[in-house]
């Protein structure tokens, strides 16, 4: 099970604790969409203990437009390995 806190600070702060996986893509997508546009999204992962691939998956779509702090080092290198893949998938269909 995910919990999702949320605080406000000039950002909007996503804290997540517990398990991420596919289901909880959907809700937090749902919860950014939510956001007032040109706010900041911030991710902390501090309390992330587990995720699938399509959390990692999302995780590393979501990197560059959503600040991720606190984000466990396997989590990380679990990201970095996906965005590999995917580049080398996308230049590999040019």
């Known amino acids: 099970m995910l919990r999702i806190t ?25 919860l950014f969409s939510a956001e007032t546009r040109g706010r900041p999204i911030v991710l902390d992962l501090k309390d992330l203990t587990l995720v699938d691939r399509e959390a990692v998956i999302f995780l590393a779509k979501c990197d560059g437009d959503v600040q991720i702090k606190n984000c ?23």
């Open 6 to 30: 949320r605080a406000a600070n000039g950002e909007a702060v996503f804290r997540l604790s517990g398990r991420m996986d596919a289901g909880s893509v959907a809700e937090l997508e749902r």
């Open 72 to 94: 466990p080092p396997y989590i990380r290198e679990w990201i970095r390995r996906e965005r590999l893949e995917r580049e080398s998938d996308e230049s590999s269909e040019k």
